[in-house]
Nanobody, 124 residues
Framework: QVQLVESGGGLVQAGDFLTLSCAAS????????MAWFRQAPGKEREFVAN????????YYADSVKGRFTISRDTAKNTMYLQMNSLKPEDTAVYYC?????????????????WGQGTPVTVSS
């Protein structure tokens, strides 16, 4: 089993920045991909960014490209999401996810483990 715990969410103003963290514990040796998703009220969960755990390849949703940066610290089993120039439309609960199998994916159903989520609210 793998446990994922997000932190770092909060209430900010448009244009501000936040850094989210996701700490992984348990049987993490088989980690292949980690990702951030978000879900706004009344909307489906959407892909934000992912990172290949060993090689570090990154992929972003168009809506956050150039503003958000995903990274990881393999020694700490922790993934990060640096979010700059936040907009009200970034308001959502942000979830981290872990995929055991190779090949990155933007589809939530491809991920095996999920955190509990951390809320981000961006006021205008």
């Amino acid at each position: 089993q793998v446990q994922l715990v997000e932190s770092g969410g909060g209430l900010v103003q448009a244009g501000d920045f936040l850094t989210l963290s996701c700490a992984a514990s348990g049987r993490t040796l088989r980690t292949n991909v980690m990702a951030w998703f978000r879900q706004a009220p009344g909307k489906e969960r959407e892909f934000v960014a992912n990172i290949a755990w060993n090689l570090g390849n990154r992929y972003y949703a168009d809506s956050v490209k150039g503003r958000f940066t995903i990274s990881r610290d393999t020694a700490k089993n922790t993934m990060y999401l640096q979010m700059n120039s936040l907009k009200p439309e970034d308001t959502a609960v942000y979830y981290c996810a872990l995929k055991l199998t190779a090949l990155t994916s933007t589809h939530p159903r491809q991920y095996d483990y999920w955190g509990q989520g951390t809320p981000v609210t961006v006021s205008s």
